[in-house]
């Protein structure tokens, strides 16, 4: 660290000197945040020929997928596109996924090391252990970013930054028009830390499962049995909690049971279920109560799932997410607004650079700011389905309104509350990082902000990176011809 004047105590407030701050690097495209959107958006982008640094605060790479150990898409690889299909097809192969059905389960240790392997081979320079604090600024053109590590404060300068923090955290900094949580209120949907078990008698548990389907969301893609195909996910065990809860053994956030990302063969499951409520993610005191409390649910979870469900006598807890889990925070305005209804009634768009599928209903929220998740009265959890449906990502939801320079992958894109359950999945937040990626690299090439981009140029770029663009089949036929 370089020589500083001191920082100083002054009437209860501290005063920082003014600093010079080393720059390590330049690059052509910095992705701030390596989680899933930001693997995405270093692959788009380094794959288009930039000089590409992602940096990321946890010591690996795979956000949500690694570090909340969050491992099920909501996708059939036939309907998959871009790097995701890359991903999921390679983890697949090597024993780590399973691409069998409606549902794509995976190894979040194999998603680790693949991504860091796809990075390398792109040649991407990884920054890990480092957090991204500020934006550096040019009036409202973003030029890089300080960054603080165990090597003391840095600068790093960009022709174009992504953000892919999943907060906005840049965008934000950088004066992006943004909004917290739900518009009415701001109340964000819970959090949650999620622990795997080991040891589980799978088909044993498949066939509990099978005897009273009452018990059980009778959704045909969340409630899976199918150990012929290896797809197995589990959702309800209604009676059971019904009982604990009389008992006093849940916690009152507890309706139902649900296991996913299963490896059949392993028996490992993964229990996506401790909720806490009203809880702010850009909130340090927040993050440390959610966490511990997430971590006192999971006990109790865990004794009454051991005692209770047939299958999971031996069961063991292999491991729990390093970080609790955050699905909402802010998200950017940009010049689109992604809007549950326009997605619902399959709105296709010029500027379309992405569609995504998945498997949805309307009005469906899985996790509701307000509680309540698979209580009797939960239509949703209990009796509702859904089915494979898609919507276009505009590029308009991809870069901030009143900050140039810069697009934005992932959660934090431009879209509402309501639209948001359908575009914070892991598979669109790969996507649109791939998308943000590549768009970056674009604007860096021809050294302008993306907001300037010819977006016909960049759908045929993305075609030709076999990304399925949408309905604008004159342009991908153009980029394979
Ligand atoms: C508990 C939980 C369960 C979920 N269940 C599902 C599910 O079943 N299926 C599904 O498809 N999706 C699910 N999701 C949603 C999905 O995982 C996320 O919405 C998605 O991963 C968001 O991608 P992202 O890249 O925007 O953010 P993330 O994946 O969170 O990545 C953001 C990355 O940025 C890093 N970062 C943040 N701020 C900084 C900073 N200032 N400096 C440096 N690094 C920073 C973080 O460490 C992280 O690695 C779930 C999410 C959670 C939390």
Redesign the pocket.
């Known amino acids: 660290m370089g020589e500083q004047a001191a920082i100083r105590l002054q009437a209860g407030e501290v005063v920082e000197p003014a600093r010079v701050t080393p720059v390590v690097r330049e690059v052509d495209v910095l992705v701030?945040?390596?989680?899933?959107?930001?693997v995405g958006a270093a692959l788009g982008a380094a794959r288009s020929g930039a000089k590409t640094m992602v940096?990321?605060?946890?010591a690996f790479?795979?956000?949500?997928?690694t570090?909340?150990i969050?491992n099920?898409?909501?996708v059939p690889l036939a309907k998959m596109t871009g790097v995701a299909k890359e991903i999921a097809q390679t983890l697949a192969a090597r024993g780590a996924g399973v691409i069998t059905g409606p549902t794509f389960p995976f190894d979040p240790e194999a998603f680790k090391e693949l991504a860091t392997e796809l990075m390398n081979a792109a040649s991407v320079e990884i920054l890990t252990y480092?957090?991204?604090?500020e934006p550096i600024m040019d009036g409202n053109k973003i030029r890089g970013v300080i960054v603080q590590n165990k090597s003391g404060r840095q600068a790093i300068l960009a022709k174009t930054v992504v953000d892919?923090?999943?907060?906005a955290?840049?965008a934000s900094a950088a004066g992006a028009e943004f909004v917290k949580g739900r518009e009415k209120d701001e109340k964000m949907r819970p959090?949650?830390v999620?622990f795997r078990l080991g040891g589980v008698d799978i088909k044993r548990a498949v066939e509990y499962c099978k005897r009273d389907p009452k018990n059980f969301t009778a959704d045909p893609n969340f409630h899976i049995l199918d150990l012929d195909n290896g797809l197995v996910r589990m959702s309800g065990f209604f009676d059971i909690v019904d009982k604990a809860r009389t008992n006093g053994e849940l916690p009152d956030e507890i309706h139902y049971i649900r296991f996913?990302g299963i490896s059949v063969d392993r028996g490992v499951v993964t229990v996506?279920n401790s909720r806490v409520y009203n809880v702010d993610g850009t909130n340090a005191w927040d993050l440390t109560r959610a966490d511990m409390e997430a971590r006192s649910q999971n006990r109790k979870l865990f004794a009454v799932i051991k005692k209770s469900i047939p299958g999971f006598e031996n069961s063991y807890v292999l491991d729990s997410s390093p970080?609790v889990?955050?699905?909402e925070t802010r998200r950017v305005r940009g010049p689109h607004l992604l809007q549950q209804e326009d997605m619902m009634a399959l709105a296709t768009y010029p500027d379309s650079v992405a569609r995504i599928w998945r498997h949805m209903a309307a009005g469906r929220d899985w996790h509701k700011a307000d509680g309540g998740e698979g209580a009797p009265n939960d239509a949703v959890y209990r009796t509702g389905t859904t089915s494979l449906t898609w919507f276009e990502i505009p590029f308009g939801v991809l870069v901030p309104n009143r900050v140039e320079g810069m697009t934005i992958?992932?959660?934090?894109l431009s879209a509402t509350h309501d639209a948001d359950m359908w575009s914070?999945?892991?598979?669109c937040?790969l996507v649109t990082?791939q998308v943000a990626g590549a768009a970056a690299a674009l604007a860096s090439e021809n050294g302008i902000s993306p907001s300037k981009l010819d977006i016909r140029l960049l759908q045929q770029r993305l075609a030709a990176a076999g990304i399925d663009v949408g309905d604008t089949t004159s342009v991908t036929e153009k980029a394979l011809a």
């Open positions: 701030c945040g390596g989680g899933v959107s930001g940096i990321e605060r946890n790479l795979g956000g949500a997928a570090a909340v969050m099920t898409w909501n480092t957090w991204v604090v892919c923090t999943g907060d955290d840049i959090m949650s999620l996913e996506n970080t889990g955050v699905r992958g992932g959660r934090a914070r999945a892991q598979y937040c990082g």
